[in-house]
C-alpha cells in the first residue's frame, strides 16, 4: 500500500513539474551539431521557439557575455551584439533581424532561429535548422555552391557602371589594390573566361580567380559606390572621377560603414509608408507614398548637388519597409542627420498647412528607463565600442536638443518658401524617430485630405519649391551645427543652398567606397 | 486500492469547494462591477483647430473604474453630440476589452476590420484619436495615469505607422484646446 502512495505522490510530483515547465514556457530539445549533440532547454514565445545562445554557440566552441548594453558574442573571431530590446543583432557592419527581440531568462539569453543562422552562417559557414515536429535544432555546413558569374561593364554618363550577376547570393568584399577593384567573394565562381577587356571610361579590363573578380582602371583618379540587388543576385559598382588624386592605400579592406568625421556628411531620407502601406489616401485618390517618394528622390539629388553629402533613401521604390529598420538604417550607416517625409491627414474639412515633428521627451524618457533598467540589470561595465551601434535609446536623448533646431530651420524654411500655413514644430511619439542616433525630424509637408493640397503636392513645381525649401533648410542646419561644434569658421556666410553649391566638397575619401542602403537590401 | 479511491475523492471533493468558492468571489465581484450609478463624464474629440476638445454627458457607470474604462470607451467611439467637434477614429473601430492593471495602466484592446488591416490615415488622424481615448480615460479617472493600446488583443507598433503605441502613453496636455 505505501508503494502506491509513493506512486500516487510521484504522478502529483511529475504533475506538478510538468505544470512548471509549461508554465515557464519551456522544453527540451535535441541540439546536433558538427561532431556531436546534446540536449538543451528551449523556450517559448509567441508561438516561436528560442534557444538558449550560450549553449548553442558553445557547441561550436563559441562564448557569450553580458556587456552593459546588452550581450556580445564571438564564435571563430566574428562578434556579434545584441540586446533584449531590439530585433536586430549587429554583425560588423551587418544586421541580422529576428521576429522578435531575445528574451533574457534567469540571466540568460534565448533567441529565435533568424539569429542562430544568420550570424553562425556568417562565423562558421554553418546554417541552423529547426525541426518543430522532432525537437531537433541542427547546426549544418552550408552548401558551398560554384556560382555562374555574368560580367558587364557599361558607360552611363558620367560614370561607369559594373554588373556582376551571380547565379546565387553570396557574401563578399571590395578591396582596393593599385591600380585595381578587386571583388572576393565567399563562394566559388566557374571561371568564364580568365581575362576579359574593356574599353569604357574607367575600366580596361577584368580578371577571374576561383573566387575572385578584379577590375583593372584606366586611372587610379577613381571613386566609387558598391551595392548589391537581389532576384537575381548582382554586385554593382558605380565608378566616377574622383574629386582629387586618390592616395593608393595597399590592401584597404572597404566596408560601407565608416566612423564619421565631426559635421554632417551622412544624411539619411525617408520617403513615408511603400508598397501595401500606403499611407494617407487624398479625396483624389493619390496616395502619401507615391508622393513622399517622389519628393524624397528630388531631394536626395538636390542634397548630393548642392551639399556633396552622401545622402542615403530608406527605399529607393514602392515596397514596405517596417518603420525600426528606417531607423536602424540610418544608425547603420552612422547618418549624420536623418529626415521623414510625410503627407497629413485629418477628418476636419479644410485642414491645411505643414508641420515639422521631432521626438516628444515622454518617448525619449521611455527609452532612458529602459536603458537604466539594463544598465541596473548589468554584471559591470566593459567597454565595447562594436555595441554603441546598438545604443539608439540611450544617445537619442543627447540628440534631442539638435533634433528641435533641425525641425525649427527645416520649418521655418519650408514655410518662407511654400507659403503653405506653418503649423509649427512639434513633439510626438513617432515610431520612426524612436531610436535615431542623430539629430532626426519628420516633416509633415501638407495636408492630402485637403483637395486643394493634394493637388498642389502633385504638381511638380510645387514639389520642386518644397524640395529647393527643405535643402535649404538642411543646408543651414548643417553650417549653424558645424559652426557650432567647431569644425566650420563662426564667420560663415548664411547657409544658402546655392552658396553650399559652391563650397569644396567635403565628401568621403576616394579609398572608401560607400555602399547605398537601401539597394543593400533584399528585394531591392 | 480503496485507499487510492479515497484519495480521489478528497482530491476531488476539494477542488470543487474550492471552484465553488472561486464562482461565488466572481459573482461577487460581478454584482459589484454591474452596481451602476450616473456619472458626467467628460470626452474629448477633435476640433476644427485639429485639437482635442471636450463635451460632457452623463452615462451610467459600473462603480468598479476596471469595469467602467469599457463603457467610457465605447460611448467615446460614438463620436461627438456637439457638431462643432469631430469623431477621429475609423468609422468601424470597436472595443475588444479594456482592463485597468495596478499603479495606473489602462489597458484599451481595440478592432475593427480597419485598425485590424492596417489603417491608411495620416499622423494628424492617428494621433488624435490616439489621444482622444488616452486623454478622455486619464481626465475622468483619477486611477488611471497611462494607456497602452492593443490592436486585436496584440501590442502594436502603431495604429497607422506614425505613433509609437508599443508602450503605455501618457496625455500630451499639448493636445488639449484651451478655453
Redesign the interface.
Given at each position: 500500500m505505501a508503494k502506491r502512495t509513493n506512486v500516487v505522490f510521484l504522478t502529483a510530483v511529475a504533475v506538478a513539474f510538468a505544470t512548471y515547465v509549461w508554465a515557464q514556457g519551456s522544453s527540451a530539445a535535441r541540439l546536433k551539431f558538427p561532431g556531436g549533440e546534446q540536449t538543451i532547454t528551449i523556450a517559448q514565445q509567441g508561438g516561436q521557439p528560442l534557444f538558449p545562445v550560450d549553449r548553442v554557440l558553445a557547441s561550436v566552441g563559441g562564448r557569450v557575455e553580458k556587456v552593459p548594453e546588452g550581450f556580445k558574442a564571438v564564435v571563430g573571431g566574428l562578434d556579434v551584439a545584441f540586446a533584449a530590446d531590439s530585433r536586430y543583432a549587429v554583425v560588423r557592419d551587418k544586421m541580422i533581424e529576428m521576429p522578435q527581440p531575445p528574451m533574457i531568462v534567469e540571466g540568460r539569453p534565448f533567441a529565435p532561429l533568424q539569429f542562430f543562422s544568420g550570424f553562425l552562417r556568417l562565423a562558421a559557414g554553418l546554417d541552423a535548422v529547426w525541426d518543430q515536429a522532432t525537437g531537433v535544432l541542427e547546426l549544418k555546413p552550408v552548401p558551398v555552391e560554384t556560382l555562374e558569374v555574368q560580367p558587364s561593364v557599361v558607360d552611363v554618363q558620367n560614370l561607369t557602371k559594373i554588373v556582376l550577376q551571380l547565379s546565387g547570393p553570396t557574401e563578399y568584399t571590395i578591396v582596393r589594390e593599385a591600380g585595381t577593384l578587386v571583388v572576393r567573394l565567399v563562394s566559388p565562381i566557374r571561371v568564364p573566361v580568365p581575362e576579359q577587356k574593356y574599353d569604357s571610361a574607367y575600366v580596361s579590363g577584368m580578371t577571374f580567380g576561383p573566387k575572385e573578380v578584379r577590375i583593372e582602371l584606366k586611372t587610379a583618379q577613381v571613386a566609387a559606390d558598391s551595392y548589391k540587388l537581389e532576384n537575381p543576385f548582382r554586385i554593382v559598382l558605380d565608378l566616377r572621377q574622383a574629386a582629387a588624386p586618390v592616395p593608393v592605400l595597399p590592401q584597404t579592406t572597404i566596408t560601407p560603414r565608416r566612423r564619421n568625421a565631426p559635421g554632417i556628411h551622412t544624411i539619411v531620407i525617408d520617403p513615408g509608408h511603400g508598397g501595401k502601406e500606403v499611407g494617407a489616401v487624398g479625396p483624389g485618390g493619390l496616395f502619401e507614398k507615391d508622393v513622399t517618394l517622389a519628393i524624397c528622390r528630388k531631394l536626395a539629388a538636390r542634397l548630393e548637388s548642392t551639399l556633396h553629402t552622401r545622402v542615403v533613401l530608406t527605399r529607393e521604390s514602392d515596397e514596405v519597409v517596417p518603420l525600426d529598420q528606417r531607423t536602424a538604417l540610418a544608425n547603420q550607416y552612422q547618418a549624420d542627420l536623418f529626415l521623414s517625409v510625410h503627407l497629413n491627414s485629418s477628418v476636419i474639412k479644410g485642414a491645411k498647412g505643414s508641420e515639422t515633428y521631432f521626438l516628444s521627451a515622454d518617448a525619449s524618457d521611455e527609452l532612458a528607463r529602459h536603458a537604466a533598467d539594463r544598465e541596473n540589470s548589468g554584471q559591470g561595465r566593459q567597454g565595447n565600442s562594436e555595441l554603441n551601434l546598438i545604443l539608439w535609446d540611450l544617445a537619442q536623448q543627447s540628440y534631442l536638443n539638435e533634433s528641435s533646431r533641425l525641425a525649427q530651420v527645416v520649418q521655418e524654411e519650408m514655410n518662407q518658401a511654400t507659403g503653405v500655413l506653418s503649423r509649427g514644430v512639434k513633439q510626438a511619439p513617432f515610431k520612426v524617430l524612436v531610436g535615431a542616433t542623430m539629430p532626426a525630424a519628420l516633416v509633415e509637408v501638407g495636408f492630402i485630405s485637403n483637395p486643394d493640397e493634394e493637388k498642389k503636392l502633385t504638381d511638380g513645381a510645387f514639389q520642386d519649391t518644397l524640395v529647393a525649401a527643405l535643402t535649404k533648410g538642411i543646408a543651414r542646419y548643417k553650417s549653424e551645427y558645424e559652426v557650432r561644434i567647431g569644425v566650420a569658421p563662426p564667420a560663415a556666410p548664411p547657409a544658402a543652398a546655392d552658396r553650399q553649391e559652391q563650397a569644396p566638397s567635403p565628401s568621403l575619401p576616394a579609398s572608401v567606397l560607400p555602399t547605398r542602403a537601401a539597394a543593400d537590401r533584399p528585394g531591392v | 486500492?480503496r485507499?487510492?479511491l479515497f484519495?480521489i475523492l478528497v482530491v476531488a471533493t476539494s477542488v470543487s469547494s474550492a471552484c465553488r468558492k472561486a464562482e461565488v468571489t466572481i459573482a461577487e465581484q460581478k454584482m459589484a462591477a454591474q452596481k451602476l450609478s450616473s456619472r458626467e463624464i467628460t470626452f474629448y474629440f477633435?476640433?476644427?483647430a485639429?485639437l482635442l476638445g471636450h463635451e460632457s454627458r452623463a452615462i451610467p457607470l459600473p462603480g468598479d473604474d476596471s469595469a467602467a474604462l469599457a463603457v467610457v470607451v465605447r460611448e467615446l467611439l460614438k463620436g461627438p453630440q456637439n457638431p462643432a467637434l469631430?469623431?477621429?477614429f475609423p468609422p468601424d473601430a470597436v472595443l475588444r476589452a479594456a482592463y485597468l492593471l495596478p499603479e495606473g495602466n489602462a489597458i484599451v484592446d481595440l478592432g475593427g476590420p480597419t485598425l485590424i488591416n492596417?489603417w491608411?490615415?495620416?499622423?494628424?488622424?492617428e494621433?488624435?484619436s490616439i489621444y482622444s481615448i488616452v486623454q478622455t480615460l486619464t481626465a475622468n479617472f483619477t486611477t488611471v495615469k497611462r494607456v497602452h493600446l492593443l490592436v486585436n488583443g496584440q501590442v502594436s507598433?502603431?495604429l497607422a505607422?506614425?505613433?509609437?503605441i508599443?508602450?503605455p502613453?501618457?496625455p500630451?496636455a499639448?493636445l488639449v484646446a484651451k478655453p
Open positions: - | 486500492m485507499r487510492t484519495l477633435e476640433t476644427p485639429l469631430a469623431r477621429p492596417g491608411q490615415t495620416g499622423s494628424n488622424q494621433m488624435i507598433e502603431t505607422g506614425h505613433i509609437d508599443s508602450h502613453l501618457y500630451m499639448q
